[in-house]
Antibody, heavy 119, light 112 residues
């Protein structure tokens, strides 16, 4: 069974930075598109970013220029560098594995890590 | 961005009775490769979402056959033939035919 374990969340002031990590196991991490999806308190799901197996990246308009997704295939780890954080970035951030090779929509999700942006 | 609109936003169902959720997209989800990248998820309380249906009508591994999906173009439906207590939660539709990936606003299902 796929395992995804997020870490790095916490409380940060507006304008601050955080780096989220997602440790992946029990699948061939390097060949799958990986995404970050977030869920604000009491709200629905919002796709944030993806990184394909070849390293190409895409972002939601709401985070473009502030967030950066990356991966280290040697460590089976996905990252999300979040800079210039805003109150509206407050959410649970999920790491998610693409359904099949080349497809972004997730079939497996981690338990999430909570990010709170507040002064 | 493609807007996904679900109806109803909530429904209460007696165990053993059927249930149906609709999702309409603001643009056709038929991709140039002939596939339709439309999905259904269930998020149970305190848990991450779990994939139920992929590419409109295919059940994901381990999903009971009481769940079925259908539709095409811009109109899609999730059907539960006989609702069970474990089906409680929020159902989301999603599309990846065009970036950004977008989700419906969610439909909350509870048991009468």
């Amino acid at each position: 069974e796929v395992q995804l374990l997020e870490s790095g969340g916490g409380l940060v002031q507006p304008g601050g930075s955080l780096r989220l990590s997602c440790s992946a196991s029990r699948f061939t991490f390097s060949i799958y598109t990986m995404s970050w999806v977030r869920q604000a308190p009491g709200k629905g799901l919002e796709w944030v970013s993806r990184i394909r197996s070849d390293g190409r990246t895409d972002y939601a308009n709401s985070v473009t220029g502030r967030f950066a997704i990356s991966r280290d295939n040697s460590k089976n780890t996905l990252y999300l560098q979040m800079d210039n954080l805003r109150a509206e970035d407050t959410a649970v951030y999920y790491c998610a594995k693409g359904h099949i090779v080349g497809v972004t929509v997730p079939d497996s999700w981690g338990q999430g890590t909570r990010v709170t942006v507040s002064s | 961005d493609i807007v996904m609109t679900q109806t109803p936003l909530s429904l209460s169902v007696t165990p053993g009775q059927p249930a149906s959720i609709s999702c309409k997209s603001s643009q056709s989800l038929l991709y140039s490769d002939g596939k339709t990248y439309f999905y259904w998820y269930l998020q149970k309380s305190g848990q991450p979402p779990q994939l139920l249906i992929y590419e409109v009508s295919n059940r994901f591994s381990g999903v009971p056959d009481r769940f079925s999906g259908g539709g095409s173009g811009t109109d899609f439906t999730l059907r539960i033939s006989r609702v069970e207590a474990e089906d409680v939660g929020v159902y989301y539709c999603a599309q990846s035919s065009q970036l950004p990936i977008t989700f419906g606003q969610g439909t909350r299902l509870d048991i009468k």
